[in-house]
């Protein structure tokens, strides 16, 4: 089975059993330093693996940018 989330604003359909760790691993681009918010509220690294996403939920992945 699988559920809608918005991944970066964007509408993804994942498995029902999905956590945060496994929408980073696959969004990540392989970066190791990543920030996340689910719902708009901070998930620590600590508990990316235990936070499981529900339908309807907002995530944000976002990996740090050089510039100026």
Do not use: I, K, Y
Not at 19 to 28: H, L, M
Not at 42 to 54: D, F, I, M, T, Y
Request: glycine share 12%.
């Amino acid at each position: 089975m699988t559920m809608q989330v918005t991944v970066n604003g964007t509408t993804a359909d994942v498995a029902d059993d999905t956590t945060v760790a496994d929408v980073v691993a696959e969004r990540s681009g392989g970066h190791d330093r990543v920030a996340v918010a689910l719902n708009g509220d901070v998930v620590p690294r600590s508990g990316w693996a235990q936070a499981r996403l529900s339908p309807g939920d907002a995530l944000e992945v976002l990996a740090p940018t050089a510039g100026g």
